[in-house]
Every structure is written in structure tokens, then in C-alpha cells.
């Protein structure tokens, strides 16, 4: 599987730029993103920034994707 950085995907796939560093409520808000999210595969939360995304779209913590 192939996946990207949440702010990576959000660039590519949506013309989205994350802010570097401490992202505000209000980016999040302004965007229409969720603030927090949670893994596909062990559905765990997490903040979008530090989230995992694979080509379709599907959402994982780090430590899902170091197992692959
Ligand atoms: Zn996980």
C-alpha cells in the first residue's frame, strides 16, 4: 500500500495547504476538515495532521502503517 502524509494528500488531492507546524481550530474549520480522526484499521483517534492516508482515501495511525 502507498500512503502520504495527511497535509501531503490534502495538497496532491485537494489543493489543500496545511499550515506548517501548531494548525488552528479555525483551519480546520475554514476547510471543512476534521480536527481529529480516526483509524481505519484499529480505530484509534488521532489529529488529521499526524493521520496516515492510502490511495483511496482511507485513513491510518502510524503504527498501522508500520506493520504493512
Ligand atoms: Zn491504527
Same mark, same amino acid.
Given at each position: 500500500?502507498?500512503? &502520504?502524509?495527511?497535509?501531503?494528500? @490534502?495538497?496532491? *488531492?485537494? !489543493?489543500?495547504?496545511?499550515? *506548517? ?11 471543512? @476538515?476534521?480536527?481529529?480522526? &480516526? =483509524?481505519? #484499521? =484499529?480505530?484509534?483517534?488521532?489529529? @488529521?495532521?499526524?493521520?496516515?492516508? !492510502? *490511495? #483511496?482515501? !482511507?485513513?491510518? =495511525?502510524?503504527?498501522?502503517? *508500520?506493520?504493512?
Amino acid at each position: 500500500m502507498y500512503f &502520504r502524509k495527511a497535509s501531503q494528500y @490534502l495538497a496532491e *488531492e485537494l !489543493d489543500i495547504k496545511m499550515p *506548517e507546524g501548531e494548525v488552528s481550530g479555525t483551519w480546520f474549520v475554514e476547510n471543512n @476538515l476534521p480536527m481529529v480522526v &480516526r =483509524c481505519s #484499521d =484499529c480505530g484509534s483517534t488521532m489529529a @488529521l495532521p499526524s493521520a496516515l492516508i !492510502d *490511495e #483511496d482515501g !482511507d485513513i491510518f =495511525c502510524s503504527s498501522c502503517v *508500520e506493520s504493512y
